[in-house]
Every structure is written in C-alpha cells, then in structure tokens.
C-alpha cells in the first residue's frame, strides 16, 4: 500500500540481474525490477554489471539507493517504479499510449476523466503518480466508448 510518496529508505537488498528489495522507514518492504529502466537508460548503463550492481547501498539521509559517488537512484522514483510495479499506479506510458489510442488531447481527456488539465499534463509527463483510480478510469471509458458497458 502506498503510505507516503516520499519516503526514506532504511534498507536496501539486491536480487541479480536486476531487482531491489528496499526496506522502507515505515517497515514497508518492496521490489523494484530495474531490469526494464537499466535496458533502455545510458546513464544507468553500468549497473548491466552484476558486480556494481550488487554494490547497492542506501545513500546519505535514506534518499536514494547509491553505488558510486556519481551513480546513484532517488527514494522517490524508486517509490514510483515500486507502485507502478505493484498496481498503486499507472505508468505514464501507458497513460500516453491510452490517450493517443483514443485521439485525445489535454482537455479532451481530462474532461473524460473528471479531472484537470493540468494534472493530465503532470501524468503525460511523469511529474506525478497516476492512481489507480485513474487507471480505472481510463478502463471504464474504453468499456463505454466500445459499448462494453450498460
């Protein structure tokens, strides 16, 4: 369960070839399968090494998960991918690809949702976590838009 979006890390554990197991302030244990973000990131490129990556450890104050000086993870996006990872939240991909699957702008699909237009911006643009509620929005508009629903 989601508690709070910003949390420190009290602990951090790695599963080869590219999972941690991060302990939270709260107690909270979670995954996060880095496997996806490592493939496809330059940056993070180094951590394809099993050797670094098993050198993980918690950063200064709890606020991220470090392996070098220069390579290091924030405890808030970890705490996204974790959420987006367990069903909390919906990626931002998905979200993009669900509005250009049904042709909708800014406005068009924060009409369709109920919300603002500024927050569909924050979500099309990774600024913010994408509930669940809103994943299950976005379900139950297809289910009417394609007459799956009464």
């Known amino acids: 369960m989601r508690t709070v979006p910003h949390q420190q890390i009290a602990d951090v554990h790695t599963r080869l070839p590219a999972t941690l197991v991060v302990t939270w302030k709260d107690g ?3 995954k996060v399968d880095l496997s996806a973000v490592l493939a496809r990131s330059r940056a993070l ?3 394809r090494d099993p050797d670094l990556f098993q050198r993980a450890h918690v950063g200064e104050w709890g606020w991220s998960v470090a392996w070098t000086d220069d390579l290091d993870l924030s405890s ?3 705490w996204r991918w974790a959420g987006e990872q367990n069903g909390d939240f919906m990626p931002a991909d998905d979200f993009r690809a669900w509005m250009e699957h049904n042709g909708l702008s800014l406005s068009k699909a924060a009409d369709a949702l109920g919300i603002s237009r500024r927050m569909v911006a924050y979500y099309t ?3 913010r976590p994408i ?3 809103i994943r299950l929005a976005t379900v ?3 289910a009417l838009k394609h007459g799956m629903a009464a």
């Open 76 to 78: 808030q996006q970890l």
């Open 45 to 47: 490129a180094p951590l």
């Open 140 to 142: 139950g508009f297809d």
């Open 125 to 127: 643009g990774g600024e």
């Open 131 to 133: 509930p669940k509620t």
């Open 28 to 30: 909270s244990v979670e």
